[in-house]
């Protein structure tokens, strides 16, 4: 009664997605102390932390409801796992927790936007609209980011939108890789790490697309 291959493949893609908040951390490296040692420590641990939290939530959840139920009750089915093991206080308890899961990643991209925008913009890939000397000053990247972040979570379906981010962030994670691969001696790194995240992005990212392709179009 398992799903195919093709879909078992593609839901990588969203795991990846759920996972993704550990690239933001990089963009904090300007603001520690001691970065070498501190940003591995940061990025294993947030991993770490994360695959934890969600073997264990999804545990407790298969624990509560039936396969079925959970299909049946979709994003919701953390929170209706709740409503049965703490009642209606655990029900809206989980539902306040699922907003404020859903802006922290918001605020981190927001967090990082200044920066990246606006380092683009210097280097004349972005318009200089997003750079500190834009018309908008300093912060016209996060005001420009803020809005545009704003027009798509209101104008297009959630699922939509995590299907999307999902494609865009693997395809820029393997031209990330790709390109650290092509300076490994400047960057002083392994070649095989980098191939096998180029081939494992690659393959997730063919399946996704392929499975969005055959199920939902619209994604």
């Not at 699922?98 to 972005?126: K, Q, R």
């Not at 393997?174 to 995240?197: D, S």
């Not at 180029?198 to 990212?205: H, K």
């Given at each position: 009664t398992y799903p195919d291959a093709w879909q078992i493949l593609a839901s990588v893609a969203l795991t990846f997605f759920a996972f993704l908040g550990f690239a933001?951390?990089?963009?904090?490296?300007?603001?520690?102390?001691?970065?070498?040692?501190e940003m591995p420590r940061a990025m294993y641990g947030a991993l770490g932390i994360t695959a934890v939290l969600y073997v264990l939530i999804s545990i407790c959840v298969f624990g509560t409801l039936t396969v079925s139920q959970v299909i049946d009750?979709?994003?919701?089915?953390?929170?209706?796992?709740?409503?049965i093991n703490l009642g209606e206080g655990g029900f809206r308890l989980m539902s306040v927790a699922a907003l404020l899961a859903t802006a922290s990643p918001v605020i981190a991209t927001l967090y990082a936007s200044g920066g990246l925008?606006?380092?683009?913009?210097?280097?004349?890939?972005?318009?200089?609209?997003?750079?500190?000397?834009?018309?908008?000053?300093?912060?016209?990247?996060?005001?420009?980011?803020?809005v545009f972040t704003l027009l798509f979570v209101t104008g297009f379906d959630l699922g939509a939108l995590a299907s999307v981010g999902s494609a865009v962030s693997l395809a820029v994670f393997v031209l990330v890789a790709v390109a650290a691969l092509r300076k490994r001696v400047e960057l002083e790194a392994q070649a095989w790490p980098l191939l096998v995240g180029i081939?494992?992005?690659?393959?997730?990212?063919?399946?996704?697309?392929?499975?969005?392709?055959?199920?939902?179009?619209?994604?």
């Amino acid at each position: 009664t398992y799903p195919d291959a093709w879909q078992i493949l593609a839901s990588v893609a969203l795991t990846f997605f759920a996972f993704l908040g550990f690239a933001v951390i990089s963009f904090a490296g300007g603001d520690l102390a001691d970065p070498h040692p501190e940003m591995p420590r940061a990025m294993y641990g947030a991993l770490g932390i994360t695959a934890v939290l969600y073997v264990l939530i999804s545990i407790c959840v298969f624990g509560t409801l039936t396969v079925s139920q959970v299909i049946d009750y979709g994003p919701t089915a953390i929170a209706e796992a709740s409503r049965i093991n703490l009642g209606e206080g655990g029900f809206r308890l989980m539902s306040v927790a699922a907003l404020l899961a859903t802006a922290s990643p918001v605020i981190a991209t927001l967090y990082a936007s200044g920066g990246l925008t606006g380092s683009l913009a210097d280097a004349e890939l972005f318009p200089p609209v997003f750079g500190s000397r834009g018309r908008l000053g300093r912060h016209g990247g996060l005001l420009l980011t803020a809005v545009f972040t704003l027009l798509f979570v209101t104008g297009f379906d959630l699922g939509a939108l995590a299907s999307v981010g999902s494609a865009v962030s693997l395809a820029v994670f393997v031209l990330v890789a790709v390109a650290a691969l092509r300076k490994r001696v400047e960057l002083e790194a392994q070649a095989w790490p980098l191939l096998v995240g180029i081939v494992g992005s690659a393959t997730v990212l063919c399946g996704f697309l392929v499975n969005r392709w055959l199920h939902d179009r619209r994604c």
